[in-house]
């Protein structure tokens, strides 16, 4: 959360008061978001825990979102503003998969997991769910954040639409490579012995997180449409603002604006 809530922060305060600065240093952003998507994710391969894969996942889908903000455009704008939107959701899909598997075999690590899907197809159906998502598969949530982030990024420089693809790619690398050791395969006495399928309560859960997902993932328009005017506002504050000069003065008047 506290992470998503500083790429809020880039959006809503750091770009619209000091436009120039954004303008004249984004290429220096967008390393950043670069290297931390690029950082965040080999750390992620190299986990066994789904807990930690989680969280260094969660570093490197940042960065594609600094980097949507960065492209200084609306389509970057809408891109890296849904991403945060989606990130949430699934997010918080795969953090409820890595406690469900917490309840039944403790600590989520590879060495204990193993053919869950032979005994809790549901709950393997869900994880492979939400980690298509969040590669950005077709018709769920993440494909039109990811989509609308490589635009507004090629727009700005053709080498940052194909930084945000290497981090789609690695996304893909670390995700289904887990889902593959975990989920698949012949089952390990642990999973055999206390893994069993969602509780009526998990299931209410898990529907309510796919259905966001595919709602927005299919139904994007309205979404879009919403955050437009404010992003449109906003893209023009970059392109008037850029050069000005900053003072205490019209950054008063900026925040009493908004």
Do not use: C
């Not at 960065?63 to 949430?88: A, D």
């Not at 969602?198 to 595919?214: D, K, M, P, Q």
């Not at 309205?222 to 050069?243: H, N």
Request: net charge neutral; no cysteine; hydrophobic share 50%.
């Amino acid at each position: 959360v506290g992470v998503k809530l500083g790429t809020y922060g880039l959006l809503r305060f750091a770009i619209p008061l000091l436009p120039d600065a954004a303008s004249g240093w984004f290429w220096l952003m967008a390393l950043l978001g670069v290297a931390g998507t690029v950082y965040g994710a080999l750390l992620a391969l190299g986990q066994s825990n789904l807990r930690r894969l989680l969280g260094y996942a969660s570093l490197s889908h940042m960065g594609v979102v600094v980097l949507g903000l960065f492209s200084l455009n609306l389509t970057g704008f809408e891109g890296g503003l849904l991403q945060m939107v989606n990130l949430g959701i699934v997010g918080a899909g795969l953090f409820f998969v890595a406690g469900f598997l917490s309840t039944r075999v403790g600590p989520p690590e590879i060495k204990v997991l193993g053919g869950v899907i032979h005994h809790a197809p549901l709950l393997t159906g869900t994880f492979l769910i939400i980690a298509l998502a969040s590669i950005g598969l077709p018709g769920t949530n993440g494909f039109n954040g990811e989509h609308l982030v490589m635009l507004g990024a090629y727009e700005q420089h053709w080498a940052m639409a194909i930084a945000s693809g290497v981090g789609v790619f690695l996304t893909a690398a670390y995700s289904l490579s887990y889902f593959q050791r975990g989920f698949m395969g012949t089952a390990r006495p642990a999973v055999a012995e206390r893994v069993y399928d969602l509780t009526s309560s998990e299931r209410g859960i898990v529907l309510t997180l796919s259905a966001l997902i595919f709602w927005i993932g299919l139904g994007t328009a309205p979404f879009i449409q919403a955050m437009r005017p404010s992003l449109t506002a906003l893209e023009e504050r970059v392109e008037e603002g850029a050069g000005a000069p900053v003072t205490a003065g019209n950054i008063h008047a900026e925040v009493r604006g908004r």
